[in-house]
């Protein structure tokens, strides 16, 4: 029987059965597809904020003077790229059609204003671009924030079931 006087419960009688940790049994062995099976929704997000961050340095490149306020935009973009991989973790693609509908924009103008610096283009043509770039660089991640925001509101993600 457990003395409950002490300040903290004590069973002689079960001692090296339940608080000796050398016979608490091992954990199973994780294996890289478990983990990859996991994570990837993560790492997807991941590589969208750099993807992201990497569309703005470069639009933002391509300008006379650059605004160095626009980097305070990037914890928006992280959020958003996290957005992305949530969404496609689970698999909500519908949700995600306007933002990459946006983002398929965003890479056309990118790339463009990108071969235009190397091709010499107009600065003028150039700026326009970029300008565009910007846009929809900015509504792919309001949209995809607010996907997130409408999937979640409307589905939430639930723990999954215990495993007995």
């Avoid at 004590?10 to 983990?35: N, V």
């Avoid at 010499?120 to 660089?137: C, F, K, P, Y």
């Amino acid at each position: 029987m457990a003395d409950f006087s002490l300040p903290a419960p004590f069973e002689p009688q079960k001692s090296t059965y339940i608080h000796d940790r050398a016979t608490r049994p091992k954990r199973p062995p994780i294996g890289w597809r478990e983990l990859t099976g996991r994570f990837w929704g993560l790492g997807m997000g991941v590589a969208f904020s750099v993807i992201f961050t990497v569309a703005l340095f470069e639009l933002r490149d391509s300008w006379d003077k650059h605004r160095e306020w626009l980097v305070s935009f990037i914890p928006f973009f992280a959020i958003a790229g996290l957005a992305f991989g949530h969404l496609m973790y689970r698999g909500k693609w519908e949700a995600l059609a306007v933002p990459g509908g946006f983002l398929l924009l965003t890479g056309i103008f990118t790339v463009s204003v990108f071969l235009g610096d190397i091709d010499e283009v107009s600065r003028d043509t150039r700026r326009i671009v970029a300008a565009l770039g910007g846009i929809s660089l900015g509504l792919t991640v309001v949209s995809a924030i607010v996907a997130l925001l409408w999937v979640e509101l409307r589905q939430p993600t639930t723990a999954p079931p215990p495993q007995l």
